[in-house]
C-alpha cells in the first residue's frame, strides 16, 4: 500500500475544502513521534501565497482531516505545522491484509514497464577485481526491486569481448594449447600478462596475433571458433564471483560488444546520411552544440577513427538501437561509474537526435563513486596491485567464519561455513548498498562485519531475534487481529506500512540505500518494541496481535534484505 500517497491525496482534499491549492505541501515523517507519525510542511507558504494567516489556515486544514479517512488526529503545531496521528484501526487493517499477501500488501504496477539493466559488465580478457563490485551489485540491487514490483527486467551483462587484445589472447592460447593438450586457464590476469610479454617480445607471435585479428573481424570460423573458447572460458571465472555474489546474472544475460558488431558501419553510415556525423580530417565525429566549451566549441563525439576502426562509443549506439528496437525498452539503464558520466550525456543526445532513442523511452546513466582503502586512496593490494574480486570475497567469509566460531564455538563446521558466507557476503554488498551510490566509501572489514550499528550482521542477527520468538511461541493463533493500543506497535506499524513507498522510491531514483536504511530503522524500532511490549509474556489476544506485528517485520526484514541480494537465516 502507498501510505504516503494516500496521505498527501487526502491533505490536498483537506486544502481544497479549506480554498486552497496544496499542491506544495511536503509529507514528512514526524520528528518526534510523541507527536504523531507524519508532519505537514509548506502551510506557510501557502498561507502567504493566499495572503491568510499561517496558524489560522493550519487550523482550517487540522479541522478538516480530523477524525477523518485514515487520519485519527490532526494538530497544529508551531507557526503552521500540522502533525498527523494515523488511525489505529486503519493501521491495522492494512497489516492484516499485508500479512496475507504474497506481495506483504505491495501494489504490482498498474502499467508494468520493459527496463533494461546494464550492469556488471566485467573486460573478459581480465579477471574481475574490485572496480567491478558496485555496477554488480547496484544493479542487481536494482533489477530485483523492479522486478518485485512487478516490471519485466532484462539484464544485460555488456561484457568487454571484442577488440584487437583478443587476436593477441587467442593467439597465445593456441600456443599454450599446442604446448600442453591439457592446459587450462586457471588465472586470466597472469594469462594476460603473459600473452602481453610475448606480444611485445616476438615479432613472429605479435605478427600471428594481428593476424587473429583481422581473420576474427572478418568473420574467419576457425579464428571465431577459438575466440568462442577463449570467451567460454572467461565467462566461467566471472559466473564462479557471480555465484558468490548470489548475483541474478546468468549466462543467458550476457550480451557483449561483440554482439553489435554487424551493425556499427549502419550506425556510422546512418550518422552521416542524416548529417549528424561529418568527416573531420579523416575521423568520423557528431559535433554537439549542446557540451560547447567555453569557447562556444562543440563538443567532438567520435564514432570512427580514421583507420576506419569503430569505438565503444559505437557499440553503445547501437546497443540503443537493439534495446529499443528489439526489447521494447520503457526504460533503460546503465549502472556504469560515474567517470562516465560526459560519455552517457553525449552518447543518449546523439541517440535522440538521430531518432534511435524515442522521447517515450526514458535512458539513465546510474553512476557511482569509488570504493577507497583506508588511506583514502582507491581500494587496492599492499603492493598497489588490483585487488581480485574473488579473493576479497573469499576473505570476506574467512574474516565472517572466525567471527561466527568466536560467538558460537559450538556449531558444526557445516553450520558455520554456511552461516559465515551469507555474513561475509552480505556485509560486504550491504556496506556498499547501504551508502548513497553518488558517493566513495571506505572499505573497512572491522566496520562492515560489526554485528552493532547499521550493518547486514547486524540486520541478519535482528531477523533471527525475531525468528527466535517462534520457536519459544508454540501454539498461536495466526489469523489473529491485530490491535494497537500501546504507542511502540503503532509506531511500528506505521513503519511497516512504509516499505512500498520505500520500495516505490527505490525503483524511480535507483537508490537502493533508501531500502537499507528503512530496513536497519525498522530493526531498531522492533528492538525497542520487544523491549518496551513484551510479546511472549503477554496473554490471550494481545500476545497473538504482538505475534502478528513480529511476523511481519521479520518478513518484511527477509524480503528487504532478499531485495538487496543480501541472504538471511533463522540460527547465527
Known amino acids: 500500500m502507498k501510505l504516503q500517497q494516500t496521505l498527501t491525496q487526502q491533505i490536498e482534499q483537506a486544502f481544497a475544502a479549506a480554498g486552497i491549492a496544496g499542491n506544495n505541501i511536503a509529507l514528512q515523517p514526524a520528528k518526534d513521534p510523541k507527536f504523531g507519525d507524519f508532519q505537514v510542511n509548506g502551510v506557510m507558504g501557502a498561507a502567504k501565497a493566499s495572503k491568510q494567516n499561517p496558524r489560522e489556515l493550519a487550523q482550517k486544514v487540522a479541522e478538516e482531516l480530523q477524525g477523518k479517512g485514515v487520519i485519527a488526529t490532526a494538530e497544529v503545531a508551531g507557526p503552521g505545522f500540522i502533525n498527523l496521528r494515523l488511525s489505529p484501526a486503519f493501521l491495522a487493517e492494512k497489516l492484516s491484509g499485508s500479512l496475507k499477501n504474497d506481495h506483504l500488501g505491495v501494489e504490482q504496477a498498474a502499467t508494468p514497464k520493459t527496463v533494461v539493466i546494464d550492469y556488471s559488465s566485467p573486460n573478459l580478457a581480465k579477471e574481475m577485481h574490485v572496480g567491478h563490485l558496485r555496477s554488480s551489485i547496484i544493479g542487481d540491487s536494482i533489477a530485483r526491486v523492479l522486478g518485485f514490483l512487478g516490471h519485466k527486467v532484462i539484464r544485460q551483462n555488456h561484457v568487454g569481448d571484442w577488440g584487437t587484445q583478443f587476436g593477441m589472447l587467442v593467439a597465445y592460447m593456441v600456443e599454450q594449447q599446442k604446448d600442453d593438450a591439457t592446459f587450462e586457464l586457471a588465472d586470466l590476469e597472469q594469462f594476460y600478462r603473459n600473452a602481453k610479454v610475448r606480444f611485445d617480445e616476438d615479432e613472429n607471435f605479435a605478427n600471428t596475433a594481428r593476424d587473429y585479428v583481422v581473420k576474427l573481424q572478418g568473420g574467419d570460423e576457425n579464428v571465431l571458433a577459438l575466440w568462442r573458447q577463449f570467451v567460454d572460458i572467461s565467462l566461467n571465472h566471472a559466473e564462479a564471483v557471480y555465484r558468490k555474489l548470489g548475483l541474478l546474472l546468468q549466462r543467458d544475460d550476457v550480451a557483449g560488444e561483440s554482439k553489435y558488431n554487424d551493425d556499427l558501419k549502419n550506425v556510422v553510415d546512418k550518422l552521416t546520411e542524416q548529417g549528424l556525423a561529418v568527416d573531420d580530417n579523416g575521423t568520423k565525429v557528431v559535433f554537439l552544440d549542446e557540451f560547447a566549451n567555453k569557447d562556444d566549441e562543440p563538443a567532438p563525439f567520435i564514432v570512427q577513427k580514421k583507420d576506419g576502426g569503430f569505438l565503444y562509443s559505437t557499440t553503445d549506439l547501437a546497443c540503443v538501437r537493439y534495446r529499443v528496437n528489439q526489447l521494447h525498452a520503457d526504460r533503460i539503464i546503465y549502472v556504469v561509474d560515474a567517470r562516465q558520466s560526459l560519455h552517457f550525456q553525449q552518447m543518449f543526445t546523439v541517440s535522440r537526435k538521430a531518432g534511435w532513442l524515442p522521447e517515450n523511452v526514458s535512458a539513465e546513466h546510474i553512476g557511482f563513486g569509488t570504493m577507497m582503502g583506508k588511506d583514502g586512496k582507491p581500494f587496492k593490494t599492499r603492493s598497489g596491485d588490483t585487488v581480485k574480486l574473488v579473493e576479497l570475497l573469499d576473505e570476506a567469509v574467512e574474516r565472517a567464519l572466525a567471527l561466527v566460531k568466536e560467538k558460537n564455538p559450538e556449531l558444526s563446521a557445516e553450520t558455520a561455513a554456511k552461516i559465515a558466507h551469507a555474513v561475509g557476503i552480505g556485509a560486504v554488498k550491504y556496506a556498499d548498498l547501504s551508502k548513497n551510490r553518488n558517493s566513495d566509501y571506505v572499505f573497512d572489514w572491522e566496520n562492515m562485519l560489526s554485528f552493532e550499528g547499521n550493518t547486514a ?33 503503532q509506531q511500528l506499524a506505521v513503519e511497516l506500512l512504509k516499505f512500498e513507498d520505500v520500495l516505490q ?6 537508490f537502493p540505500h533508501y531500502l537499507a536504511n528503512y530496513l536497519y530503522q525498522l530493526a531498531a524500532l522492533f528492538s525497542r518494541f520487544y523491549e518496551a511490549c513484551p510479546i511472549l509474556k503477554a496473554e490471550g489476544d494481545v500476545r497473538d496481535s504482538r505475534l502478528q506485528l513480529a511476523k511481519l517485520t521479520g518478513a518484511t526484514m527477509q524480503q528487504g534484505l532478499a531485495l538487496l541480494g543480501i541472504e538471511t537465516l533463522d540460527v547465527m
Open 505 to 510: 522510491s527505490v525503483a524511480e531514483t535507483s
Open 457 to 489: 550482521p547486524y540486520l541478519q542477527y535482528a531477523y533471527t531475534r525475531v525468528q527466535s520468538v517462534f520457536k519459544k511461541a508454540g501454539d498461536w493463533n495466526v489469523q489473529a487481529a491485530i490491535v494497537l493500543q500501546e504507542p511502540l506497535e
